[in-house]
Nanobody
């Protein structure tokens, strides 16, 4: 079993920054990919950024590459999502999820999910 616990969300003004954390515990043999997703109010869930291969590979959604960065601290078993220049449209519940293989930014086949952390950006 795998547990993911998100933290670091909050309310910020447009242009501000936040760093989200995803603490991972459990059987590391059951997953190789950890990805951040977000779900804005009334909309579907979309992939934001993923990390795999022990942190050596990362992928950030093209529209967010200039503002968001994903990193993995293996010693702390924590995945970070650094978000800068935040916009009101970044307001969403942010989740981290883990799976063994597959398309990184697609929510399909992700087995393990955290409960999420809320990010609210005001204009």
């Amino acid at each position: 079993q795998v547990q993911l616990v998100e933290s670091g969300g909050g309310s910020v003004e447009a242009g501000g920054s936040l760093r989200l954390s995803c603490q991972v515990s459990g059987d590391r043999n059951t997953f190789h990919i950890i990805t951040w997703f977000r779900q804005p109010p009334g909309k579907g869930r979309e992939g934001v950024a993923g990390v795999w291969n022990g942190g050596r590979n990362t992928l950030v959604r093209e529209s967010m590459k200039d503002r968001f960065t994903i990193t993995l601290d293996n010693a702390k078993s924590t995945v970070y999502l650094q978000m800068t220049s935040l916009k009101p449209e970044d307001t969403a519940m942010y989740y981290c999820a883990a799976k063994r293989t597959g398309t990184i930014l697609s929510p399909a086949d992700y087995i393990f999910w955290g409960r999420g952390t809320q990010v609210t950006v005001s204009s």
